[in-house]
Structures are given as C-alpha cells and as structure tokens.
C-alpha cells in the first residue's frame, strides 16, 4: 500500500495559488472573490458549460486582473488538472453536473464529469510531495429520498412527525442511500474523497450541502431554485413546481457558505477523511410555497405557479443537522432567510436581464 503522505501545512506562507475547479460557477465565483480581496492568488478552472458563466469570469478578471488566473478546460482533462494541482497551494473541487434532470438523460455524462472527473482530481493531489488540502462539495442528496422518516403537513411545509428531529435536522449519522445517476456519481465521489484520506492520508474534508443562493447564481428550473424563483417573479415568467411544493430545504446564503469552506482549510488537519453537512439548519428551513409568499412580499411579484408530478428522487423533507461542523469549528449561519433573499433580489435586480433571464452584471467599476 502506498504510505500516507505529508500535507502542506495549513497557515504557512505559502504564496501559491489557490486552485478552484468550477471557479467560473456560483459558488466558485463567491469564493475566488473572496480570496483575491483578501490577498491570494487563484486559479480558476472550468469548462464553462453551464450557461452564464461566462458573465461571472469576465466580473472576476475586470475585478481582480492577474490575481485570477484562468484554465478552460474539463475534469475529464486529466493532463491540465494534474498541471493545475501541481502549481496550487490548496484545491476546492466545485466542478461538477449538478442537475438531477440532467443525470437522468445522460448518466454517463454524469459519471464522467462527477466520478471520474473527481478521481482525476485525487490522483493528482495525491501525485503532490506534499499535496494540498482538498476540500470538495458533495450534496444531500448521497442520503437518498428519506422515505422512512415519518413526515406530517404543517400548513404550508412537510416536516418530520418526531419533535427532535424537526428541531435538529439530518445528521452525517444518516445512512447513505444514492438515489438518481446524480446521487451515485456524486455519492461515488464523495466516498474517493474520504477514502483517499483515509488510505493515502490526503488532507481532505467532505462537505454535505443543502441549498446555497446568492449574487452571482444564474438559476434555473433544475438547479440553483431560489435564484430561478427570483428571477421568474421579477420576469413575470411562470414557475412549474414538482410535486406539491411543500418539499422543505434548509437554503444558506452564499457568504456564510464560503466561510464554512475557509474555516474547513483552516482546520484540515482536524476535518480530514470526515464529512460534514452543510446548510441553514432548522432556523433557515423554508418550503417552496413559504418562499413564493416572502418572495411576493419582498418584491410585490409573485410567480405565476403551475404544478407538474414529482421527480425522481425528491425528498420531501431536508434540513441539515450542521452540529457536528460547527462543534469542529466553531461556524453556524448568520444571514437570515429574508435578508439573504432581499440580498439576492436585490442583485438580481441591479443587473440587467436578456431574454433568457441571465443577469448580465455590472462592470466591476461601477
């Protein structure tokens, strides 16, 4: 067996850049911004395949110039991943085929990009003298449709008939349960990363995500559903909801998701080989209904709703327990539901629409 190796050092002076896989998405936006404000240089490596992206690249380099340098290319590219690794002085994986739709059409498309792409990844930081801390975003969904847990309706919102449960959330104790081509590439992807802890002893953590919004997310129909409701109010545009729209998700403004990331490098020496969920807890739990009505109050705009049978794989009920990583760390989400929403209308609405509903954001002067 091939002896654990030594990772660098989490705090040091290393001036290497920090490598961003997905870094023209969402979240990898959030973050590259973060971290060239602060100081740090990133690479940012995408394929820019999901559409919009490009509006979020051209923001970064206006804004922050060379300190965000800029790889186009795709997971599968085992050669430039390699390549980017080598030069990074820690990896945040957020590259990936995020939608459940999309799996469903193409599941080797979906093992690709997410599977094996994610091991290209590993073999390359493991490739490292000394590799760099991974920290890489999986998602609720390796937990499968929860369909044992015993839910009541309560007006608008499904929740859990077991008090305890409804006041803490999901737990990392939960079972695994891939359910959906997403769910098991994504849950396949997950487990190298732990493993390779484990067995190689990479300096690497899992983070369980439940629903992230923001400035910056290009929302649509199969992904990214806070930002797609927004954007359909303000367009005047029809949302079709899938099942009965009192499915109930914990939603986690963007910000205070990229702090739970930086706090994960920081203590990657304690979160290596661990997986931890991720989201807004019990006290940001909303179900779909309950955001159209906040969403009609905060912009007099309420989406015109059509509803359409469930999908597959659909939980009716998901909130994340974040216990565990907020006893490791000491993070817990502090922008509320409303703020966060009003925050992200508020972006959304600065920033002209084309036809199709992308944002085209202002230039990073103005």
């Avoid at 390779?196 to 953590?205: F, I």
């Amino acid at each position: 067996m091939t002896p654990p190796t030594t990772p660098t050092p989490v705090g040091t002076a290393d001036r290497r850049p920090v490598l961003v896989t997905g870094g023209a998405g969402f979240v990898g936006t959030n973050l590259v911004d973060r971290l060239a404000t602060a100081g740090h240089r990133a690479i940012v490596l995408d394929s820019l395949a999901r559409p919009g992206v490009e509006q979020n690249l051209l923001w970064l380099r206006e804004k922050h110039g060379d300190a965000v340098t800029v790889e186009i290319a795709d997971m599968r590219d085992a050669a430039t991943v390699r390549r980017a690794v080598s030069q990074a002085s820690a990896v945040y994986h957020f590259a990936a085929q995020v939608a459940v739709t999309t799996s469903l059409s193409n599941p080797i498309d979906d093992f690709e990009v997410n599977a094996r792409g994610t091991l290209n990844l590993l073999e390359a930081v493991r490739a490292q003298a000394s590799p760099p801390p991974l920290v890489f975003t999986s998602t609720n969904k390796v937990y499968g449709r929860l369909d044992d847990i015993a839910i009541e309706r309560a007006d608008e919102r499904w929740q859990p008939a077991d008090p305890a449960l409804c006041a803490s959330g999901i737990s990392e104790d939960r079972p695994l349960d891939f359910h959906s081509p997403y769910g098991c590439s994504k849950g396949a992807a997950d487990q190298y990363v732990l493993d390779y802890a484990r067995t190689y002893g990479l300096p690497a953590t899992v983070l369980r995500m439940s629903c992230i919004y923001g400035p910056h997310q290009f929302g649509t129909e199969d992904q990214g559903w806070v930002a797609h409701f927004l954007l359909s109010a303000l367009q005047g545009s029809t949302i079709t909801l899938y099942g009965d729209g009192r499915q109930v998700r914990d939603v986690l403004f963007v910000d205070d998701l990229i702090e739970a990331m930086l706090l994960a490098r920081e203590a990657i020496t304690d979160l290596s080989g661990r997986a931890f969920n991720i989201g807004g807890g019990p006290a940001n739990a909303i179900s779909l209904r309950e955001l159209l009505h906040l969403i009609g109050e905060l912009t007099g705009r309420r989406p015109n709703v059509v509803y359409g049978p469930w999908r597959p794989g659909d939980q009716r009920y998901y909130v994340s327990d974040t216990g565990r990583f907020r006893a490791s760390t000491g993070w817990q989400p502090k922008v509320a539901v409303a703020s966060g929403v009003e925050r992200l209308a508020r972006w959304l609405a600065e920033n002209r629409l084309d036809g199709a509903g992308t944002p085209h954001q202002r230039r990073a002067a103005s």
